[in-house]
Nanobody, 126 residues
Framework: QVQLVESGGGLVQAGGSLRLSCAAS????????MGWFRQAPGKEREFVAA????????YYADSVKGRFTISRDNAKNTLYLQMNSLKPEDTAVYYC???????????????????WGQGTQVTVSS
């Protein structure tokens, strides 16, 4: 079965960096577009970044553009999110997810992703 396992979260001071990883199994990872989302307490889950199956197109939320970088290593079945210049408002649980269709749906909507990891907590202190 499809499994997505995030890691790399933690506590960091404002201005610091973290790199999240998402290890995928049970799927042909290189065939799927993938995304990162986050959910802060009391808020809805929101889009952070997405990347095409080939790795040659990336999409970002305005709130993280220029600070976060999504990437993937298809040989290692792993998705990454490099987060720099972190702010307290970046505090959330971060999830990776699989987008089942390359040619339909939106990169920005949670409902267009079908498999999700369990999440990893990122806490940014001021």
């Amino acid at each position: 079965q499809v499994q997505l396992v995030e890691s790399g979260g933690g506590l960091v001071q404002a201005g610091g960096s973290l790199r999240l990883s998402c290890a995928a199994s049970g799927l042909t990872f290189s065939s799927y577009d993938m995304g990162w989302f986050r959910q802060a307490p009391g808020k809805e889950r929101e889009f952070v970044a997405a990347i095409r199956w080939s790795g040659n197109y990336e999409y970002y939320a305005d709130s993280v553009k220029g600070r976060f970088t999504i990437s993937r290593d298809n040989a290692k079945n792993t998705l990454y999110l490099q987060m720099n210049s972190l702010k307290p408002e970046d505090t959330a649980v971060y999830y990776c997810a699989r987008k089942p269709s390359r040619y339909s749906g939106s990169y920005y909507r949670t409902s267009d992703y079908d498999y999700w990891g369990q999440g990893t907590q990122v806490t940014v202190s001021s």
